[in-house]
């Protein structure tokens, strides 16, 4: 009996890196880009830039540039299961020590944020690419290679608070390719599909 592994990519195929993710309106980046500034003193790690910063929906790594297609047709079947806009709130600042990353967070994850990623999970999954099934954890890094000076994973102590939520609509969603450039990764969208 010959065992099935689920891979994106097949040996000397052409690859891109991909994921699908939702962007911050102008107000909600520049409010993060600031967040993130002061969250690199803090840390004294690397910001992300203004630019990269997003909610990742489903990472899925390489894969083979002939199977796009059939990844833009599994986000249109995915689309077509009714999903609605909603409006994402950054409420806390978290702190993964154990990968260095600080990153921002909701306190109640919205049933639309969940319909849209199980909806992605599916037809992915349908379609036969693979990707990280474990739970969805909703995060936005702002800073890489942390040393944060709390050692908890809780920061209240240490790191500045949020003094007001930042809240974005999310209408869209994007399927994004990763590049590496000589100024760091550049995230470039390839497919977009709108939220009723």
Known sequence: MTQVIETNTAAGEETVRVFFAIWPDAAAKRQLDELAERLEAVCEGRKVRAENIH???VFLGEVSVDRLDALCLAANEARGTGLRAFDFAVEEIRYWKHNHIVYAGTSGI???????VGALQSALS???FSFDHQAYVPHI???RKARCPAPSIELK??????????VWPVREWVLVKSEQAS???VYIPIGRW???
């Open 55 to 57: 909610l990742t929906l």
């Open 110 to 116: 919205p049933q639309e944020l969940l319909d849209l």
């Open 126 to 128: 349908a379609a036969g």
């Open 141 to 143: 890094t702002l800073v």
């Open 157 to 166: 102590a240490g790191l500045p608070e949020l003094v007001q939520p930042v």
């Open 183 to 185: 100024g760091g990764l």
């Open 194 to 196: 709108p939220l009723a």
